[in-house]
């Protein structure tokens, strides 16, 4: 790996860093490409390399994330939809659900003895979720990113 390429993953991580740090934040794909000192075009296209997602993808899936962390707590969706930084409980309704596979109601009702039971380090790892392909991607074989 050049000495480039390796300053380039750096800046990546700084922006990806960003990312989980600020999650709850307004943040946009110029905000990412600014901390990777990139163009949002140039950005996009090397973060999706580095880690097989979009800037965007990536953000939706930690607040996602951050956001079943809230619904095991007992948090109210529409509550746990502001404080990941979802500004739509629709939108956000629709993300969760493409990402976990049910719906934010039918999580919040479901038992998580499991994962309260759990170290924070292996519940985290253990409950990381993962975007499931939409139906048209399965239907055209297309591999989600």
């Known amino acids: 790996m050049t000495p480039q ?11 990806r860093d960003l990312i989980d740090r600020d999650y709850a934040l307004p943040l946009d794909v110029p905000t990412m490409a600014r901390r990777a000192l990139m163009s ?7 973060f999706r390399a580095a880690y097989g997602e979009t800037p965007y993808s990536y953000l939706m899936t ?9 619904l095991r707590s ?3 969706v529409t509550d ?3 404080a990941v930084g979802s500004t739509s409980l629709g939108s956000f309704s629709s ?9 934010p109601s039918t999580y919040r009702r479901r038992q998580h003895d499991g ?3 759990m170290p924070a380090c292996v519940a985290k790892v253990r409950t990381r979720p993962a975007r499931r392909p939409s139906r048209n991607e399965e239907a055209n074989g297309v591999a989600a990113a």
Do not use: N, T
Request: a positive charge.
């Open 5 to 15: 390429e390796l300053a380039s993953l750096a800046d990546l991580r700084r922006a």
């Open 74 to 76: 007992g948090m109210s």
């Open 95 to 103: 993300r969760f659900a493409e990402i976990v596979g049910e719906s």
């Open 40 to 46: 949002p075009a140039h950005f996009s296209r090397r």
């Open 62 to 70: 930690r607040r996602i994330e951050r956001a079943m962390a809230l």
């Open 115 to 117: 994962v309260l039971a």
């Open 80 to 82: 746990a939809c502001m």
